[in-house]
């Protein structure tokens, strides 16, 4: 239902009794200044900031857009900084055509928006309200109320049936338009500054992986393992991931996307891991087989397709070549080795910022079959070919990469070998 009254939205500054910030501007690409919040607990630079606003500004205008709303939580990390697991219940930036944000925040979760975010203007949504129609009304309140064109992410988890027929409801005199694609193109090219931090992450990842390799013997169970994993990241400063560990011992690890279990290697096992690491919300991954004892000839067999895929895919990668390419490159070697009926996913996918229910980004690009966009430098993607076969093994060897002027780069620092531990 509409509200009876315009949603108060008010200046962060105004209403934060211990202020631990700056408000200034930025001068936009267009010549606005930009009002900002500044503090050291931001992940990024202004500068930074600036540039990702710039970018969305100018694909608003190439699809004559008055306003955009953004929806899913990694957008809404990107675009102000504002971190939070209380992405559940409903968040929301309107950008409007060349001015200032406005954030649509729970009541409870506000306070993080000053603590993380450089955006100055909040409306509050109370858990009584209707969220939407809060969007339809600060909306009406900003001049968006009638013939704007309005862009949405029909694509995104969290733009809802509900939503989209509440505002074509409340305000029908507006067009919607998808616009999901601004927000997954302009994330796609990460700056240096997010390379940066991706590459903390993967540090930690590769911590974390070695404290998995010294914790495998003979012995110790998949929880066991796991557990060795987990407290190394966290420990170190990692943050909660997209998706957990994958850490499976023996044939457990022919399961997609489990973790754990009480089973314990034998004397002749594999052990599998595929690790992510989170650092303002920015992921690197990395995935590893290694065996104990004497190990099947199938299993080595099958690390060495998997190390070949890895290593033709990163012989193929650079500005100009295509995922299709790539794909086919890697795919090509697993099948030559007799492993490819085992080998079933794409190579590929972006990384970058994750929220649970995942820690890739394979909605703007995937290294796959039929996908002909060219690369271009800065795109960042976690290459995981790997082989399945039910309740017997699962071995897989991975690389996060970064796409540079000449080729690519990966940012892990651990060897992709066969390794036996005796």
């Known amino acids: 239902m509409a509200l009876d009254q315009d949603r108060e939205v008010f200046d962060v500054a105004a209403h934060t009794e211990h202020v631990t910030f700056q408000k200034t501007t930025r001068r936009t690409e267009n010549g606005y200044d930009l009002p900002m919040i500044v503090h050291d607990r931001l992940a990024y630079s202004p500068e930074e900031y600036v540039r990702r606003y710039d970018n969305i500004q100018r694909s608003m205008a190439e699809r004559e857009l008055d306003v955009l709303l953004v929806r899913g939580p990694e957008n809404i990390s990107y675009f102000s900084g504002y971190e939070s697991p209380g992405y559940y219940k409903y968040h929301c930036v309107i950008v409007p055509k060349d001015g200032e944000p ?90 240096d500054e997010e390379i940066a931090v991706m590459r903390e992450s993967a540090a930690l990842v590769d911590m974390a992986m070695q404290a998995g390799w010294d914790a495998t013997r003979p012995g110790a169970s998949a929880d066991e393992i796991n557990g060795v994993v987990n407290k190394v990241l ?99 070697v697993t099948q030559k080795a007799g492993f490819g009926d085992y080998h079933r996913n794409r190579l590929g996918y972006s990384i970058g910022v994750s929220y ?39 071995i897989g060897f991975s690389e996060s990469i970064v796409v540079t002027q000449t080729g690519c780069e990966r940012f892990s620092n651990l060897p992709r070998e066969v390794i036996i531990k005796a």
């Open 234 to 332: 966290f420990e170190n400063g990692g943050e909660y991931m997209g998706l957990p560990p994958f850490v499976l011992a023996g044939e457990r690890s022919c399961l997609p996307h489990q973790t754990g279990g009480a089973n314990r290697l034998a004397e002749n096992d594999l052990m599998y891991f595929e690790i992510s690491a989170s650092k303002h919300r920015y992921t690197a991954a990395l995935m590893r087989t290694i065996f104990v004892g004497q190990p099947k000839d199938e299993w080595v067999r099958a690390a060495e397709a998997c190390i070949g895929a890895v290593e033709a895919a990163l012989e193929t990668i650079k500005p100009g070549a295509t995922p299709h390419e790539a794909d086919t490159a890697a795919r090509a």
């Open 102 to 191: 406005v954030f649509l925040v729970r009541d409870f979760e506000w306070i993080n928006s000053p603590e993380f975010a450089w955006s100055t203007r909040i409306a509050k949504v109370y858990d009584w309200d209707h969220p939407p129609s809060v969007t339809a009304n600060v909306l009406a309140q900003l001049g968006f109320a009638s013939g704007s064109r309005v862009g949405v992410e029909k694509q995104a988890f969290f733009y809802t049936v509900d939503e989209h027929e509440t505002l074509v409801e409340q305000l029908p005199d507006n067009t919607y338009h998808d616009a999901t694609q601004i927000l997954w193109d302009t994330r796609m090219i990460k700056s």
């Open 356 to 394: 649970p229910p995942d820690w890739g980004e394979g909605e703007l690009i995937s290294l796959r079959q039929d996908e002909h966009r060219p690369l271009r430098a800065g795109m960042t993607f976690h290459m995981p070919p790997l082989c399945l076969k039910y309740r017997e093994f699962g």
